[in-house]
Nanobody, 128 residues
Framework: EVQLVESGGGLVQAGGSLRLSCLAS????????VGWFRHAPGKEREGVSC????????YYADSVKGRFTISQDNAKNTIYLQMNSLKPEDTAVYYC?????????????????????WGLGTQVTVSS
């Protein structure tokens, strides 16, 4: 059974940091595209960052470049999202999604391709 479990969300003050984790089970990473997405109330879902697991290529939304870093630990089947210099506008539910075609990581970020699997999400709240 394929499963994605996010963790690491919480409440933080503006300027603070959080690290989100996405634990994938039921399949090896191989050549996949794994992305972090966020959905805030009243807004459309937004691609935040994606990584291609075969070569570590990374992609970021303009709104998080220089503040967020996506990384992977293949031994743990886990993708991380390090979030620094958090802003109130980063408040959202953050989801992990996997597309089983690694070459589509860039398209996954832009919403031109959809994940084949989703996690249930973790809440991130940034207070001003």
């Amino acid at each position: 059974e394929v499963q994605l479990v996010e963790s690491g969300g919480g409440l933080v003050q503006a300027g603070g940091s959080l690290r989100l984790s996405c634990l994938a089970s039921g399949f090896p990473f191989a050549d996949f595209a794994v992305g972090w997405f966020r959905h805030a109330p009243g807004k459309e879902r937004e691609g935040v960052s994606c990584i291609r697991t075969s070569d570590g290529s990374t992609y970021y939304a303009d709104s998080v470049k220089g503040r967020f870093t996506i990384s992977q630990d293949n031994a743990k089947n886990t993708i991380y999202l390090q979030m620094n210099s958090l802003k109130p506008e980063d408040t959202a539910v953050y989801y992990c999604g996997v597309r089983v075609v690694g070459s589509q990581a860039g398209q996954l970020l832009r919403g031109w391709a959809l994940p084949d699997y989703w996690g249930l999400g973790t809440q991130v709240t940034v207070s001003s």
